[in-house]
């Protein structure tokens, strides 16, 4: 139950980090949760004692003095009843600290590749340049993480950020993850994919030189609308292993079955100016609490590894490393016969 089983090779070594900021939690968690089942039992025990008593009292002996009314003999059994389904109610799932030990536990695991960058003033330029290119609407975000660091020789940035809806939406904020990595050649062409076809739209007829295209794969090009102002940039751009990894963020990142939001989340890339950047805008219902059950802080430590592996394979594929494995495949043993089974 403590422990962190590594399925893909992002979390390869990540079962020491697990062990040393999550587990101590889990255990007194559990410890906790066994002294309150303890009690329950003690206290239904005492109370279905109290409630036979009560009975015999009533059917053996004529006269049970403050027990030989019915109100009575009913109130006793009530607040007998009322204490068990109390004491049982405190054994629903409470919301525990995990959340924090979980992020604390990935960055140790990424410690050599990100760091968190103070420097929330580059961060907002960012979310603003986006809301400018008309990636982002126009709302008032807030960062919630800014991560800062060098894969090879690329510097790469992860932003977190969130924003509140107005009312009338069916979700009450939306949540943003964004991903930005330096191209390996400056071009001065502009490349836009988006999940969202509509958002491109009055991109194209505010700029008449984008002009569609469509990537020769059938499911990412049903996923996505790209658009371009050279096609030579965007054939450059859209290679066959980069199209592996956005269907992998697209599964892992933006589906309603991974993200457990009820809702999909949009995908919005943009390359131009030396700079690729990825935006997954995720929207939150006020109904939706991070459970913080044990079993959930190993989903959210996965799908946290998933965000913080993203970039440095956006950045394997971008620059040519064919020979380096992606980075959300599946961990093989020589002597498993038994096919992997990725996150």
Not at 12 to 30: H, K, M, N, S
Not at 212 to 217: D, E, I, L, Q
């Amino acid at each position: 139950m403590l422990s962190f089983v590594e399925k893909t090779l992002a979390e390869q070594g990540f079962a020491a980090c697990w062990d040393l900021q999550v587990a101590p939690l889990i255990e007194r968690y559990a410890a906790k949760r066994r002294r309150r089942i303890l009690c329950a039992s003690l206290i239904t025990g005492i109370a279905a004692g109290l409630a036979i008593v009560v009975l015999a009292l009533h059917t053996q002996i004529d006269s049970a003095g403050f027990l030989d009314q019915p109100m009575n003999r009913a109130l006793v059994l009530a607040l007998a009843g009322l204490a068990v389904i109390c004491v049982w109610m405190a054994l629903l799932p409470v919301p525990a600290a995990f959340a924090e030990a979980v992020r604390r536990a990935v960055e140790l695991h990424f410690a050599n590749l990100f760091s968190a960058d103070d420097n929330t003033a580059f961060g907002e330029v960012v979310l603003q340049d986006l809301v400018t290119d008309g990636v982002l609407l126009d709302r008032e975000y807030r960062l919630t993480a800014n991560y800062a660091g060098t894969y090879g020789d690329c510097r790469v940035r992860m932003i977190e950020a969130a924003a509140g809806l107005a009312s009338g939406h069916r979700h009450n904020r939306v949540e943003l993850l964004v991903f930005r990595v330096s191209l390996p050649i400056a071009q001065s062409g502009e490349v836009y994919a988006d999940s969202r076809a509509d958002r491109l739209e009055s991109r194209m007829k505010a700029d008449p030189a984008l002009r569609p295209w469509h990537v020769r794969n059938d499911q990412l090009d049903g996923i996505f609308t790209i658009v371009t102002s050279e096609l030579d940039m965007a054939e450059g751009l859209f290679t066959d292993s980069l199209v592996e990894t956005m269907l992998r963020i697209q599964e892992h990142l933006a589906s309603p079955l991974a993200t457990r939001r009820g809702a999909p989340a949009r995908i919005a890339m943009q390359a131009s100016a030396g700079s690729l950047v990825m935006v997954i805008e995720m929207p939150v219902s006020a109904r939706h609490e991070a459970d913080l059950s044990p079993t959930a802080a190993r989903a959210s430590a996965r799908e946290m590894i998933v965000r913080f592996a993203t970039l440095p394979a956006l950045v394997d594929d971008l620059h040519g490393r064919a020979d380096t494995p992606p980075a959300f495949a599946p961990l093989s043993s020589d002597d498993d016969t038994q096919p992997a089974v990725a996150i």
